[in-house]
């Protein structure tokens, strides 16, 4: 039973995207070393978890005034904040001493400064993420580190690290971004106006009534799309300034990615114009988005290498099943 309640406070139907952050930026550096990728994946994974623990615990007093995060453990009294320090503490050892492990096996220490500097960002994120509008600034940049952290565990140094490593890194930052300044203030949205939380989309007007209208300023659509747009044009940018000879594998992927864009685009255009605040119904298009957004990458990668497709298969597997187990649904997590 607490494993349950542990799995729900770490956000598990998420981890894997965290987790394979700094596996991408080895991967765009050319590394398909399985150990070296698995090592990787438990030091963003073990990072996911301290992160979303300690966001929990910081936002406490706002989260017990919303009714319908009743089944996150600290609120529902399951696991103790006590506890859950420890957790998130445990946790950030672990990715650390992974992390040191790594750095020896490989004599590279620098990378460890950009994995201090992200974990110390995410903190920052979960301190101030609800007292300031745009604070997500610190989640993306976290991300854009633990990113690089990944790829210069292969260079070794900032030096040497190629042009794709660079853009992976900011694609990362880019849809992280977008899911907590869209999606995620939007879905947050009737418990943030109420507490007067200084998010970005309280800031920008979006507002429910009393009859529960759902009223979103063009300024802030206008913002998700231009948000998005930016990400889908830096993909396929990387087929002029990066993989330059094009070949009939690139074809295929640019239609891949292609639909991608299209269903991402469609994805944002349904929560965007919603009349009903629908927590349930935005947790459910969020999880979907989420795993869209992401095989963006991967798709992409596989001009490098045609196996990085596989690594689009964790997320869904991860997401699907963690809801499964935990709160018997397919896309919708109820401790989102």
């Known amino acids: 039973m607490k494993i349950r309640e542990y799995m729900k406070l770490s956000r598990s139907f998420n981890s894997f995207l965290t987790g394979l952050s700094p596996v991408m930026g080895a991967i765009a550096m050319g590394m398909f070393n399985i150990p070296h990728l698995i090592i990787l994946f438990l030091i963003g994974f073990f990072g996911h978890i301290y992160g979303f623990t300690l966001n929990d615990i910081f936002d406490y007093k706002i989260d017990k005034l919303n009714k319908e995060l009743k089944d ?7 696991i ?3 506890n859950a320090c420890v957790f998130a503490l445990i946790s950030m050892i672990i990715s650390f001493i992974l992390a040191f ?21 995410v903190t920052i994120y979960d301190m101030i993420s609800k007292k300031l509008p745009l604070m997500d600034i610190f989640d993306g940049a976290a991300i854009f580190l633990l990113v690089l952290y990944g790829a210069t565990t292969v260079s070794g140094n900032l030096n040497q690290l190629t042009i794709l490593a660079w853009i992976v890194c900011l694609l990362g930052t880019i ?22 939380a200084n998010t970005l989309a309280v800031k920008m007007g979006v507002r429910v009534s009393k009859n529960n209208l759902l009223n979103i300023p063009y300024s802030y659509k206008f913002l998700a799309y231009i948000i998005q747009i930016c990400n889908i044009a ?3 940018l990387t087929f002029i300034i990066v993989f330059k000879d094009h070949t009939t594998l690139h074809y295929l992927i640019w ?6 864009s299209i269903l991402m ?20 298009l969020l999880g979907s988005h989420f795993l869209i957004n992401f095989s963006l990458v991967p798709v992409m990668l596989m001009a490098l290498n045609p196996w990085a497709i596989l690594i689009i298969l964790f997320p869904p597997i991860g997401f699907i099943f963690s809801n499964l187990i935990l709160h018997g649904t397919i896309l919708q997590p109820k401790t989102m």
């Open 72 to 78: 996150r453990p600290l609120l529902s009294g399951t």
């Open 80 to 82: 103790s904040i006590k």
């Open 101 to 121: 492990y790594l750095a020896i096996a490989t004599n590279m220490y620098f990378p460890l400064i950009l994995l201090f500097l992200s974990a110390s960002l």
């Open 175 to 196: 849809q992280v971004m977008f899911m907590q300044l869209i999606p995620g203030g939007l879905k947050d949205i009737q418990n943030d106006y109420r507490v007067k």
């Open 234 to 236: 830096l993909v396929f």
């Open 255 to 260: 239609i891949i990615l292609g639909f991608i």
């Open 265 to 284: 685009l469609f994805m944002s255009h349904r929560f965007l114009t919603m009349k009903y605040f629908d927590r349930g119904k935005m947790r459910k």
